[in-house]
Nanobody, 123 residues
Framework: QVQLMESGGGLVQPGGSLRLSCAASGSIFSLNAMGWYRQAPGKQRELVAAITSGDITTYTDSAKGRFTISRDNAKNMVYLQMNSLKSEDTAVYYC?????????????????WGQGTQVTVSS
């Protein structure tokens, strides 16, 4: 089993920044990647960014240049630094454990999810 817990969400003004954190525990050694997803009201959950244990990353187009995913393998932590936030970034953000081919950079989620953290971008 894998347990994930997100933190760091909140209310921020447009143009502001937030840093999300995800603490992972349990049997994560068989999974080589972690991902951040988000789900806005009335929309499907979408992948925002993912990172392998070797720091290979992938981002959705809307996150490129604004968001940075990183991880600390020693602490089993994954982070999502979000800058230049926009109202359309408002969503519940979820951490996921999965796998990703470093060559194809195609992330495959496993059914390991955190409880989510709310990010609201509003003036």
């Amino acid at each position: 089993q894998v347990q994930l817990m997100e933190s760091g969400g909140g209310l921020v003004q447009p143009g502001g920044s937030l840093r999300l954190s995800c603490a992972a525990s349990g049997s994560i050694f068989s999974l080589n990647a972690m991902g951040w997803y988000r789900q806005a009201p009335g929309k499907q959950r979408e992948l925002v960014a993912a990172i392998t244990s070797g720091d290979i990353t992938t981002y959705t187009d809307s996150a490129k240049g604004r968001f940075t995913i990183s991880r600390d393998n020693a602490k089993n932590m994954v982070y999502l630094q979000m800058n230049s936030l926009k109202s359309e970034d408002t969503a519940v953000y979820y951490c996921n454990a999965g796998s990703m081919s470093p060559l194809l950079r195609s992330y495959r989620p496993e059914n390991y999810w955190g409880q989510g953290t709310q990010v609201t971008v509003s003036s």
